[in-house]
Structures are given as C-alpha cells and as structure tokens.
Nanobody, 124 residues
Framework: QAQFVESGGGLVQPGGSLRLSCATS????????MMWYRQAPGKEREFVAG????????RYADSVKGRFTISRDNAKKTVYLQMNNLKSEDTAVYYC?????????????????WGQGTQVTVSS
C-alpha cells in the first residue's frame, strides 16, 4: 500500500507563504510523477500541481499558476509545494499522491490510498 506523509500546513494570513512537504517510498518517488491535490470543505478533491520524476516537467492548476511551485529533493525522497501570495480560497487540506505520465496530464492519481493530508488555512 502506497504511503504518503504530508506536513507543513498551518494558519497564514492572506498574501503569506507556506511550504508543504511530502515524503514517500523510494520506489514511488523514482518511478512516478509526484502530485499535490487539495480538498476544501464541501468540495471534491482537486489537482493542484504535478512534477515528473525525470525532466523537470511540471503542471499546475490555473488557480495556482504563478503562485505555487512544486519541486523535489531526490536525496530525501520528498516533494515540496511552495505556496506564495496565498488567498482565502487556497484554504483546504492538501494531499500528495503519484501519477503516471498520463496522470500528470489529466491530474488522475495512480494510487487509491491517501495520507492524512496537511491543513492549510488562509485567514486574517
């Protein structure tokens, strides 16, 4: 069963920044694109950002383009989501997962198991 451990969430004022982290297994990290998703209260989980294992090819949801940056540390088997200029509508529980190349294109996660997520609250 795939395991993803997210961290780094918190309460931040509008315009502020946070960096989320997600650790997973070496196999998953080296094989799949790493993805971030979020789920706001009363809404379905949605794709936020993805990054291929090789080639630094990334993709972002339109709502976060120019504000969020996904990156990965191969030595630590960790993927990050740097979130800048946060808005109230970014409030959600953030999850990571992995995806095939086609999944990076359409945002479909490969694994059915999810971590506990990390709560991001943007509020003044």
């Amino acid at each position: 069963q795939a395991q993803f451990v997210e961290s780094g969430g918190g309460l931040v004022q509008p315009g502020g920044s946070l960096r989320l982290s997600c650790a997973t297994s070496e196999f998953i990290f080296s094989t799949y694109a790493m993805m971030w998703y979020r789920q706001a209260p009363g809404k379905e989980r949605e794709f936020v950002a993805g990054l291929r294992a090789v080639g630094d090819i990334s993709r972002y949801a339109d709502s976060v383009k120019g504000r969020f940056t996904i990156s990965r540390d191969n030595a630590k088997k960790t993927v990050y989501l740097q979130m800048n200029n946060l808005k109230s509508e970014d409030t959600a529980v953030y999850y990571c997962n992995a995806a095939s190349i086609s999944g990076l294109t359409d945002g479909t996660p490969h694994f059915g198991s999810w971590g506990q997520g990390t709560q991001v609250t943007v509020s003044s």
